[in-house]
């Protein structure tokens, strides 16, 4: 069993920046492709960034060049670095951990709030 913990959300201005952390317990952190996912009210949840455990990175669009996903796999973390924060930003963003053997394991989210 994984269990994911996030913390970093708050409320932020617009143009802030915000650093999200999830922390993992569990065994093989090493081999599981990590993401950051987000849903804002009356959306549908949507993926942000993901590294996998080669790291190569994926971003939305929304976010290329504002955000920066890395992963520790000694303290079995990954962050998610936000930069130039947008009111369209504010969401529930969520970690996510998916193993080869096709497991996958949410966090209980953390709040993004972007005031403009």
């Known amino acids: 069993q994984v269990q994911l913990v996030e913390s970093g959300g708050g409320l932020v201005q617009t143009g802030g920046s915000l650093r999200l952390s999830c922390v993992s317990s569990g065994s093989f952190f090493s081999i599981a492709t990590m993401g950051w996912y987000r849903q804002a009210p009356g959306k549908q949840r949507e993926l942000v960034a993901r590294?996998?455990?080669?790291?190569?990175?994926t971003y939305a669009d929304s976010v290329k060049g504002r955000s920066t996903i890395s992963r520790d796999n000694v303290k079995k973390t990954v962050s998610l670095q936000m930069d130039s924060l947008k009111p369209e930003d504010t969401a529930v963003y969520y970690c996510?951990?998916?193993?080869?053997?096709?497991?996958?394991?949410w966090g209980q989210g953390t709040q993004v709030t972007v005031s403009s």
């Open positions: 996510k951990a998916d193993f080869p053997s096709g497991q996958d394991y």
């Open positions: 590294i996998n455990m080669r790291g190569s990175t």
